[in-house]
């Protein structure tokens, strides 16, 4: 038997880091070449024209 009890370990502290996903170019504002418009995980906004999409 065990003289001294093992340290717990905690249940939580899994939280993953923000991704910050979402529009980074809203109407009105222009857009110089290179610029990232929107951040996303799949495709819910697709390119319009003379756009690319990359991936990161």
Same mark, same amino acid.
């Given at each position: 038997? &065990?003289?001294?009890?093992? &340290?717990?370990?905690?249940?939580?502290?899994?939280?993953s880091?923000?991704?910050r996903?979402?529009?980074?170019?809203?109407?009105?504002?222009? &857009?110089?070449?290179?610029?990232?418009?929107?951040?996303?995980?799949?495709?819910?906004?697709?390119?319009?024209?003379?756009?690319?999409?990359?991936k990161?």
């Amino acid at each position: 038997m &065990a003289h001294k009890k093992g &340290a717990g370990s905690s249940k939580n502290g899994r939280e993953s880091h923000s991704k910050r996903l979402g529009v980074k170019i809203f109407g009105g504002q222009k &857009a110089i070449a290179g610029n990232i418009i929107v951040r996303q995980r799949g495709t819910v906004h697709n390119p319009g024209e003379n756009v690319g999409m990359g991936k990161d």
